[in-house]
């Protein structure tokens, strides 16, 4: 382990009390040493654990090189030393907050007076890992053009395989006050240079450009491929620790952010200050971007169901509503034609009602749907009939007056529906034997609504479909969101992940109905399916697995194809279509449409599945 100062009990004490207002500002009492004659310098104020040494004391004549200026968002200004010391562990770069924008550039010689802080971007409920700033600054510019201190090079053999340290269970859980270990782990080597100038060199794309204007590369190009070129995020341990996001200081207005879609690359030199970003983490806030390369990543298609197979398939619409434009019903009948080859049965989550967001009671989406339905005949595909069971007003969470649900479409020409005493918003739909079989009590109806396990959140939606005289039970499904998740890059480790428990509940719910239908007819048809918001791996996945009752689907695809969704330059799965032991032989396909394109219809990619039942 490298050398590092250390931090006294009552240091540690002040600063997690001080980082509950998500600005550390601690006494004097938190600055050891600081009462030096040496001049302070930057490497100084990082010191080498996360939190500032220096962190409440003012500082004064800090000396440093301008090295990048944001004018936009939270406005200041990155200096650096360039006379570096000798150890690793100690950024020689740190961001000057002025709130205004700053009137320096870059290559000017400078000296700052202020107040050194740790800000939490997010806030410290947000569990992120908090950025050394110096703060209500005095500048004085010294001179201008000086030469910029050499920008440190990030690549695939400077960043460690080894994600993060284990946090520290006497700070629950916190690495914060950790000593740094750069060349043992990934979040410490970046942490080693909040603030330096950085550069990485031509490097893949593995999240397309965002409307947000950012991306994210990796600098390992061999870790967890994907077939498409992105990074697969494959379990909890593995955290693809050559990932950056890259947002550039330019604003739009003067050069706008390049599109690039996963795959592709970025070519060159890239280079700026490391910044921590609130919605990404580390993020290179690039002084000069490099210069995308398209791969020419193309849209997949599936292959079309054969006469005798039922085609079922889930596809998370992202708040459809008739305000949307068009253009979009069109892009996403579309998709459900040519890319989808126009399913049997085809789930439909956050359908909204027919005045979308309006806050106004109003719950029936039958605008909506006639508006998607008639766009996918228009663009040749079958007039599908639809079937949902309507919310109660802004009981179901998601977009507030939206009141999103699923809702089933199927082709009449090859599949029926049996409706049997449709549900409402608060009835449950139970199991019952007819004649040996199992049937719905309500069709369409909801699953076990009352369960506080649904409390503001989507409800599972059943009902029963009849192909070439088989039933098939679907059950369509919007687990809760991860929002109130930590990142990745949380100061804790592992990080808190609160969102789980819920999904974790609603999992068993519709496990234990599943059971149900088993129950009453052992070798029934079961699809359970939809945008279930966790991974193929996670506990959530195991619950409605439990005991054989279902089989998650995803996993008979390789590896490098199990995705539905990219975020932060992870490839993952979120949506998913499950299958009860009875259905043999089935032919899977995440068919990737729109996660990996800056261009977009939704931001999750649909799932189909064809079998015999």
């Known amino acids: 382990m490298r050398s590092s100062h250390t931090r006294s009990a009552a240091v540690a004490a002040v600063v997690a009390s001080a980082l509950a207002t998500g600005l550390l500002a ?62 690793d562990a100690t950024s020689e770069g740190v961001f000057v907050f002025t709130s205004s924008v700053p009137t320096v550039a870059v290559g000017d010689a400078v000296k700052v007076s202020g107040l050194v802080g740790e800000y939490v971007p997010g806030g410290l409920n947000s569990g992120n890992q908090s950025v050394t700033q110096i703060s209500k600054p005095t500048v004085t510019v010294v001179s201008s053009g000086n030469p910029l201190p050499e920008a440190v090079h990030i690549n695939e053999y400077s960043v460690p395989a080894e994600y993060a340290p284990a946090g520290d269970p006497a700070a629950a859980g916190s690495i914060n006050g950790l000593a740094l270990e750069p060349s043992r782990y990934a979040l410490d080597y970046y942490e080693s240079l909040e603030g330096t100038s950085v550069r990485i060199g031509t490097s893949r794309v593995v999240g397309a450009t965002s409307p947000y204007a950012d991306l994210w590369v990796t600098v390992k190009g061999w870790e967890n491929n994907t077939r498409r070129g992105g990074t697969l995020y494959g379990s909890y341990e593995s955290q693809n620790t050559g990932r950056l996001m890259i947002q550039q200081l330019t604003p739009l207005a003067q050069q706008p952010f390049p599109v690039a879609n996963v795959g592709d690359r970025l070519t060159g030199t890239t280079e700026g200050p490391l910044d921590f970003n609130q919605f990404g983490g580390y993020t290179l806030a690039a002084r000069t971007m490099g210069t995308v390369q398209s791969k020419g990543l193309q849209r997949e298609k599936t292959k079309a169901q054969s006469a005798n197979e039922l085609a079922v398939a889930t596809y998370n ?57 008639e766009a996918v005949k228009a ?25 999103i649900r699923q809702v089933f479409l199927y082709n009449p020409e090859r599949v029926s529906f049996t409706e049997r005493a449709p549900g409402d918003a608060v009835t449950a739909t139970g199991v019952v034997q007819e004649q040996g079989k199992a049937a719905l009590t309500h069709s369409p109806g909801r699953i076990d609504p009352a369960n506080a ?11 029963e479909f009849v192909f070439r005289g088989k039933t098939v039970f679907v059950i369509a499904n919007h687990f809760g969101s991860k929002g109130g998740d930590e990142s990745l890059t949380s100061h804790h480790q592992p990080p808190v992940r609160s969102s789980e428990a819920k999904r974790l509940q609603q999992a068993q719910s519709v496990n234990g109905f599943v059971k149900q239908i088993l129950a009453a007819q052992k070798n029934a048809n079961v699809v359970v399916l939809g945008d279930i918001n966790d991974f193929e791996f996670s506990d959530t996945t195991k619950a409605l697995t439990d005991g054989g009752a279902l089989y998650a689907a995803v996993n008979s695809l390789p590896k490098s194809e199990r995705y539905s969704y990219v975020f932060q330059g992870n490839s993952q799965v979120l949506d998913q279509i499950l299958t009860s032991p009875a259905i043999k032989g089935f032919s899977y396909d995440s068919v990737h449409i729109n996660a990996e394109f800056a261009d977009q219809n939704s931001d999750h990619d649909p799932q189909v599945l064809r079998f015999r039942p």
């Not at 009492?29 to 600081?34: F, V, Y």
């Not at 890319?339 to 106004?360: F, H, M, R, Y």
């Not at 396990?453 to 009902?463: D, F, Q, T, V």
């Open 453 to 463: 396990a649904w409390e503001n959140s989507r409800k599972p939606l059943a009902g």
């Open 26 to 87: 601690g006494s004097a009492d938190a600055a050891e040493g600081a009462a030096s004659a040496d001049p302070v310098r930057i490497h100084d104020i990082q010191g080498t654990t996360r939190i500032s040494p220096l962190v409440g004391k003012q500082v004064a004549d800090v000396e440093g090189i301008v090295t990048g200026v944001r004018t936009y968002g939270s406005r200041g200004f990155w200096i650096q030393d360039p006379q570096a010391d000798d150890n």
């Open 317 to 373: 619409v992202e708040n459809l509503d008739p305000s949307d434009p068009q253009e979009k019903f069109d892009a996403l009948a579309k998709a459900v034609v040519e890319n989808l080859a126009s399913p049997d049965v085809l789930a439909l989550e956050e359908i909204q009602d027919d005045t979308g967001a309006k806050n106004d009671g109003i719950v029936s989406a039958n605008q909506t749907l006639t508006k998607f339905t």
């Open 379 to 403: 663009a040749g595909g079958p007039a599908y009939r639809w079937t949902t069971v309507d919310p109660e007003n802004n009981k179901d969470g998601g977009e507030p007056g939206g009141n």
